[in-house]
């Protein structure tokens, strides 16, 4: 069974601040999707990874991708209010069945 | 593109009924889908893996007999939760793969069970 281990779960900032999430497994995933979810809505793709080493960036959004396609993480520059919302890691495992193993999430609560 | 469908958003019924939702793919194709259950303040589940012609595929302990999925065309899944309890209230997210080129899911908005 492959996991995906999500930290912060929690995290409170202020406006124009900057921060990271982290998602961690000790397995290769073929390819690793951040997603974020407001409240009552479903998730909203917002990049997907798939080669080992990746760097992505959209606008004040960066996203990596691990070397060993193991891990990945999304970092935020200069939060804004907007940005509230829990953000969500999944990773596909490769194979016919494409099914996401999802992290737990991580509630951002970015304050004026 | 890519815009994935869920009807009804909100349900609310009775303990010993059935509820059936339904998951569309609107300007794609797609050969499979994948229905989700998420609890307040918690990450989705996956529930089960439906693949149109075919049987779903369920994940360890979900009911099948409880939870029937039916992926009658390659952009139509339904969920039915049948004899629905207070314990199968939650927020019910399908997910669709496109049948070709991309390699990604696209989330539908949901749906709010309320088992009364």
């Known amino acids: 069974t492959q996991l995906l281990e999500q930290s912060p779960q929690f995290l409170s900032i202020q406006e124009g601040e900057n921060l990271t999430v982290y998602c961690n497994s000790s397995s290769v995933f073929s390819s690793l999707q951040w997603y974020r979810q407001e409240p009552g809505e479903g998730p909203v793709l917002l990049v997907t990874v798939v080669t080992g080493g990746e760097v992505k960036k959209l606008k004040r959004l960066t996203f990596q991708f691990g070397d060993a396609r193991k891990d990945s993480s999304l970092h935020i520059t200069a939060a804004q209010t907007g940005d509230t919302g829990l953000y969500l890691c999944a990773g596909e495992g490769g194979g016919s069945n494409y099914k996401l193993t999802f992290g737990k999430g991580t509630l951002l609560t970015v304050n004026p | 593109g890519a815009v994935v469908s869920q009807h009804p958003s909100r349900v609310i019924c009775k303990s010993g009924t059935s509820v059936k939702i339904e998951c569309r793919s609107l300007d794609f194709q797609a050969t499979t889908m994948f229905w989700y259950r998420q609890f307040p303040k918690q990450s989705l589940m996956l529930m089960a893996t439906?693949?149109?012609?075919?049987?779903?595929?369920?994940e360890q302990g979900v009911e099948k007999d409880k939870f029937l999925i039916n992926h009658a065309s390659l952009t139509l899944s339904t969920l039915t939760v049948t004899s629905a309890h207070p314990e199968d209230s939650s927020f019910y997210i399908c997910?669709?793969?496109?049948?070709?080129?991309?390699?990604?899911?696209?989330f539908g908005p949901g749906t709010r069970l309320t088992v009364l």
């Open positions: 439906s693949n149109e012609g075919s049987k779903a595929t369920y």
């Open positions: 997910s669709a793969r496109p049948e070709l080129g991309v390699d990604t899911q696209y």
